[in-house]
């Protein structure tokens, strides 16, 4: 059971970090990069909260 929360956690992780990345390859103007990224953020901290029982 911990080992799949932890697992879960790892891949949420994994792909909040690859769109964070993908963000800044796109070709956007700064505030509009930075607004697309404080969404992927806090949809990203919400998701990990959820595995951890939080919600």
């Known amino acids: 059971m911990a080992s799949s ?10 792909v909040i970090i690859l769109v964070l990345y993908l963000i800044q390859r796109l070709p956007l103007e700064g505030r509009m990069r930075q607004i697309a990224q404080i969404i992927v953020i806090i949809i990203g901290i919400v998701s990990l909260l ?3 029982a939080v919600f």
């Open 5 to 14: 929360v932890l697992i879960g956690i790892l891949i949420t992780f994994l």
């Open 50 to 52: 959820k595995y951890l």
